[in-house]
């Protein structure tokens, strides 16, 4: 639309949808979230954006980060350096993409448009079970990118088995054992929804994929202690457990064979008033210090959970964390700009990252430590 008849818009006021100069807002991912409810189907939206039960977790998850203050370093003449490596393996930027399942209700490339998106800007994708591409496909379409595999327990545990043992052949490099759904959490969103994989979207993973399985209270996942040397042998990888928020578990996990934590909520997926992972993360940092994996190396320590801006996700580093995992807003990036808008929100975000470390005279990821913060006093805890 341009000439006489485009009615100027009003200070602060959304372009219309037939803007031409409508650009995604990859830098502003409310109004990216936005946009990609625009697009997405009303069942597909929720089961994305929603959490369990009143979703007050959901809400908690960003604020919690900002319940804590920087402590910038100055006269430093910094210039951020974002690259380090996980599990031994390098990469361009701390800032990964967590597992989330179902990609091809976001974009008919799902998750190989994801996966193209992390290898362009080096970033690490970890790649669900849950997935609407079969693990050997999302390998194959960046097959020099590092990735990690995330494992649900199945049905059948030959089924389980067998698809550790293919993210190894894959070249997967880390198997994720999520142990925070021994149930799938309260969705109301979805109960109200009677939410179930689209037609013509499969699950490529599962042993019968052309199933549309809705998502069921009733299928129970747990794992146990003792799965997580067993599936580090099975697939010859090392095992990262991700959903821990004690620093108890923490310690067991690593004494049963992990080889990294992951702290998460699950997005408050899982159980509503649950403790936020920008305040588990100190406890579970803390515990494992000391703990080593079974390669001889210190145990690493991840976090996900309302990573928002880049210095949310400083403050997450600075508190311990090796990594910091994206959900949502890399669902939101993929909805409305397919790879292209992944690649676009996790370089915005790893860009913010390296501008908050200059800022606070930060040079490296491993230069971030816990003097760097401080709680907000005035805040509630
Ligand atoms: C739509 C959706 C699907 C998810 N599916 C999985 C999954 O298949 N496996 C898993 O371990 N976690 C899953 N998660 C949890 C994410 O890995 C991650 O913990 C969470 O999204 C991080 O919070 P954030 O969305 O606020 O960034 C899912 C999260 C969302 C939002
Ligand atoms: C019975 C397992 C379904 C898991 C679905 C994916 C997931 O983790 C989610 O949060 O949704």
Redesign the pocket.
Known sequence: MTGLTQRRREPGEEPRPDDPDREPPYLDLDRLEARAREVLAPPVYD???GGAETESS?QE??QAWRSWRLRPRVLRATQADLATTLLGTPVGTPIGI?????QGMAHPDGELATRRAAARVGALM?V???ATHSVEEVAAAAPDAPAWF?L?RQHSPEHTADLARRAGAAGYRAL?L?VD?PVLGRRRRDLRNDFALPAGLRMANHPAPDDRPALSANASTSWTFDDIARFAEISDLPVVV??VLRGDDAVACARAGASAIWV??????QVDLVVPSAHALPEVVDAVRGEVAPDGSDVEVYV????RAGSDALVALALGARAV?????T?WGLAVGGADGVAAVLTGLSEELAHAMTLCGVATPHDATPDLVVRAGWLPR
């Not at 967590?98 to 179902?102: E, G, L, N, R, S």
């Not at 996900?304 to 990573?307: P, S």
């Open positions: 089961y994305y954006a959901v998850a960003p967590a597992p989330w399942a179902y970890t669900s079970t849950s995330q649900y994720v999520t759904l991700k959903g998460s909520t699950h997005g408050g997926r996900d959970g309302g990573v995992f994206l959900g949502r807003p669902a």
